[in-house]
């Protein structure tokens, strides 16, 4: 069937005239031809114009099939088929497009249009009603509107008949007119004047009614001009003379020479504010009206007529210009954005903000921002769990600009399922959300991305799901796929270390040993096989420092130190093992002390602490590419500690040896195990450089490895106290971190005794050396 906007087929052309001369007969069947020939011509560009429609058609069919979110494809498709007047397929492609995008209000007046041509009684009067209903609330059209109206007022039998009902029905739709476009300064006027018009109707049609009624009826249409007096709209004056004129066919006479003869004191200084109010409006309205301005010259002048409504602080005008501004510019995010966002602090009203984000989202569905402004709005407004939960779908199936705007939504969804578990939630929606974010997500992160989502996950795995063993199943999974990112591991050991859950963290670190990571990660990279044999050579060297001296020289040790300095040309020991920078990869024990990698930053209990760091007297090989640090090969200074005394707890980190020069002397020094020296309660015990070995490999933090102080005489039994393990030392307790080193060479700690006093024991942070003999006459002393 045709529709109103179908081209006419044009007429078949006229057939030329009969030439004139002799032939009769001849003549007239040689022109009947010619005639039959246009006939036939006109038919068949006729079918041409047809058969390009049709295959246009086609074409466009094809193409939407592979992309139906294409709204160009749409909107070419539903012309053709409105000039082919395909009524049926019109209709599903409009239906169509509308579920995925609005419709402009070009597009809704057209369709409206169609459907009260085609229809024939009032069956189709709700059908046609509800697609007015969908046109006006998705965009700010006056035109539109007036279509409304006029459809209502004409075909609906209640409004027709001037029933009550009717009256009651077309008067809330007028008043909905005028709340949504009565405050428009260009075109506001025209639903004024509608409504006016429609009230004067009335009053003609109860000409014979009692007075009392048409007093009503006159009052109604007199508040109405008083109304628009008062809004600032085009045309002011004309609509005071048309009230002037309309109170003189009322009775009540006045000057029309005079501009405020006749009307109330209160009107005119309503009118005279909205006329003041209008002129300041009028630049800004000009600048909109220029026909030839570009989108974005438009965009500006509306951002700025915006800031002077919003300035003026009526909420009411405001929304009415943003109505104005996505309705001339629907698919500009900023119009959108800076809307909602006026909603969102000024207005609050949830209805209204519902609507409004509802349409941001339909018109910019490729801005993340907007999706991640509208699931939080939807919660402040405490919208129900399956409406975020729509909400949040309708996001992702999307198509955003970039991967962070997809991470974007993801979080923002935790972040509101968590902030309601209160309300009875299950912390499975929260792992599941996580779960196909990181299946959806993970091969297009970037490494800092991909690390905020699985640090957050595990987190809350741990803090809300109680699940440690599902944090590590995330790390672990995170690792299989990415193994390769320094940070991925570093989070993970520290997850490890928080908890408390040191042989984890070190079993972590183990593992770490054998990778090689991209930038500073890689400027320590030592390999199994190197740690395994320089550990070899070190065990061998230490086992052959405690080998037994002659027992004519026990008490000489202080004359074997001396003669070794002399022999390395009576330099002090630890300068020495600095200047001869070390050479061989850091060391590591079978209970996997940390490797000092670059990066991995995050200290382990059992591993050589920062302020003790010196003592291992590591030097980096600035030749090396990979950036390896060398321990010095040279033969450590030598002590046989036949007669010293190892003093731990002096400090934070503090630990000693002290000689004595004999027996006697050391086994009165040990007496004092446990009492306070220099403030702090000290422990002392004989030196045994036998048992480094043991100690070595067991580690500080395996069960027979713990720090072990033995008493005067009781040949290595355990000081009291010294088994706690690493948990249980409280944060003002002294640790003694890095391998067990009361019976280690002398060479891994101070050879002198020292001490670093902090401002809790009185020191003020200052550090303190002491040498043998200030120690010894501190032990000694009574």
Known sequence: MATPMEEEVPEAAAAAPAPVGDGGDDAEMAAAPRADSDSDSSDSDDDEGAGADELRIQALEQALQEQ???????????????????????????????????????????????????????????????????????????????DYLDFVEEHDQ???????????????LFERAITAGGLHVAEGSKLWAAYREYEMAILITIADANDEEKAKQVQRIRTLFHRQLSVPLADMESTLAEYKSWEAEQGNENDQGSEFDGVPSNIISSYKKANDMYNERKHYEDQLSNAGASEADKLQEFLKYIKFEESKGDPARVQVLYERAVSDLPVSSDIWTEYTSYLDRALKVPSVLKNVYHRATRNCTWVGELWVRYLLSLERIHASEEELKHVFERAVQCSFGTIKEYLDIY???????????????????????????????????????????????????????????????????????????????????????????????????????????????????????????????????????????????????????????????????????????????????????????????????????????????????????????????????????????????????????????????????????????????????????????????????????????????????????????????????????????????????KPLGWSQRDEKSGGGGAEELKSNEEFRNLLLKK
């Open 411 to 749: 979080l923002t969804r935790v972040d509101s399922l968590r902030r309601r578990m209160s309300d009875g939630l299950d912390f499975q929606l929260i792992r599941q959300t996580f779960m196909d974010a990181s299946e959806f997500l993970s091969p297009q992160l970037r490494a800092e991305e991909l690390l905020l989502l699985h640090l957050y996950w595990t987190k809350l795995e741990c803090n809300l799901g109680n699940d440690v063993a599902a944090a590590r199943k995330v790390w672990e999974d995170t690792l299989k796929k990415s193994g390769s990112i320094l940070e991925i591991w570093q989070h993970y050991i520290s997850m490890e270390i928080e908890m408390g859950n040191i042989h984890e963290a070190r079993s972590l670190y183990k593992r770490c040993y054998s990778r090689r990571f991209a930038g500073s990660g890689s400027e320590v990279t030592p390999r199994l096989k190197e740690l395994s044999i320089f550990k070899s050579q070190q065990e061998a060297k230490i086992e052959s420092y405690s080998a037994p001296l002659d027992p004519s020289n026990a008490n000489d040790s202080s004359h074997k130190r001396k003669t070794s300095k002399m022999a390395n040309k009576q330099e002090p020991p630890g300068k020495r093992r600095k200047e001869n920078a070390p050479k061989s990869t850091v060391p590591s024990d079978d209970q996997g002390s940390k490797a000092q990698t670059g990066n991995i930053g995050a200290v382990e209990t059992g591993e050589v602490s920062g302020k003790a760091k010196e003592s291992m007297d590591l030097k980096a090989d600035s030749d090396t590419q990979a950036g390896t640090l060398r321990l010095n090969e040279s033969k450590p200074y030598r002590y046989d500690d036949k007669c010293t005394a190892y003093l731990s707890n002096i400090d934070l980190t503090g630990l000693a040896y002290v000689d004595f020069s004999d027996n006697e002397h050391l086994e009165a020094a040990i007496k004092k195990n446990k009492h306070k020296l220099l403030g702090k309660k000290v422990s002392v015990a004989r030196s045994d450089p036998s048992r480094s070995k043991k100690g070595r490999e067991g580690g500080p933090f395996s069960k027979g490895g713990q720090d072990k102080l033995p008493h005067s005489g009781d040949n290595g039994t355990s000081a009291p106290g010294s088994s706690r393990s690493d948990k249980e030392i409280s944060k003002d307790d002294t640790k003694i971190t890095g391998k067990n080193t009361f019976a280690a060479p002398r060479a891994l700690v």
């Open 158 to 172: 209640l409004v027709s008949q001037r029933s009550t009902a009717g009256l009651a029905k077309m008067r809330d």
């Open 68 to 146: 139906p979110l294409d709204y160009e494809t749409n909107v070419q498709y539903i012309q053709c088929l409105r000039k082919s007047g395909n009524i049926e397929k019109l209709r599903a492609a409009r239906e169509n497009m509308n579920v995925y995008f609005p419709l402009n209000p070009k597009m809704w007046q057209e369709w409206a249009k169609d459907e009260i041509s085609l229809s024939t009684g009032n069956e189709s009067f709700g059908d046609i009603e509800k697609l007015f209903e969908c046109g006006v609330q998705e965009y700010l059209s006056v035109n539109l509107w007036q």
